[in-house]
């Protein structure tokens, strides 16, 4: 199972209900934590998932940082206990995600994830969420805006504008290729806005998506289009 050291006094992190899911929320978002990073990290872990059927295969993979060398990938899949809803998307792949990123050999010193950060209507999307439950810092980078508004940041690369939402910042609109659409960046726990920004412009080269975000995306892609007996799925206690 995961690490839950932060987490003491909730008597279920994975429900199976809304009402019970959004109460796990309300208390994991007190434990939230923006700041700036606290040192560059040497290991990055980026996670995703793809879902096939009942199940989703969630993938955690490995890089060296600044050096942006690969390192190792971990997999998980899980049957599928919760269903979807918007806002709720941690409670779906979460706990998989979580489990892959502890099968590494070698432990990260920061979470990059495919999703939502604080940048979330509750205020805790899946990167706020897993970092909170793994005590470690995490970064939120998605494809598209969740909540709130923004400037259109200037055409080139590393140029980027305020995500804000309620009258508050939380996160940044950022610019990763020239010319091309920019990506939501959002802090999860331990980390704010400028540093965010900073590490997701490290792990880009070519593309527009970071490139340890992109191995996992694939990764979870190809698996998903495979087909995984019932000896393949981890169990969830």
Request: charged content about 25%; some cysteine.
């Amino acid at each position: 199972m995961a690490r839950e050291r932060e987490c003491k006094g909730i008597k279920d992190l994975w429900p199976d209900t809304l009402s019970e899911a959004r109460a796990v929320q309300d208390r994991l978002r007190k434990k939230v934590k923006v700041v700036p990073l606290k040192r560059l990290p040497a290991r990055i872990a980026a996670v995703d998932a793809a879902f096939v059927h009942d199940a989703v295969v969630a993938v955690a993979s490995l890089y060296s940082f600044p050096a942006m060398e690969h390192r190792e990938d971990a997999v998980c899949r899980e049957r599928v206990k919760f269903p979807y809803v918007p806002g709720y998307l941690t409670f779906r792949e979460g706990h998989a995600i979580i489990s892959a990123v502890n099968r590494l050999k070698t432990a990260p010193d920061l979470i990059l994830v495919d999703g939502q950060g604080i940048a979330h209507p509750r205020g805790i999307g899946i990167a706020s969420h897993i970092g909170v439950i793994l005590g470690i810092p995490s970064i939120g980078c998605a494809k598209s805006r969740l909540v709130g508004n923004f400037d259109e940041p200037a055409a080139k690369k590393g140029n980027w504008t305020y995500l804000c939402y309620k009258g508050d910042r939380v996160g940044a609109v950022l610019r990763t290729r020239s010319k091309v659409k920019p990506v939501f960046v959002s802090p999860g726990h331990l980390t704010d806005i400028p540093s965010s920004v900073e590490i997701v412009m490290k792990c880009v080269s070519h593309y527009r998506i970071p490139d340890p975000l992109r191995r996992a995306d694939m990764i979870a892609k190809k698996l998903s289009r495979e087909h995984w007996g019932d000896k393949c799925f981890s169990s969830r206690k």
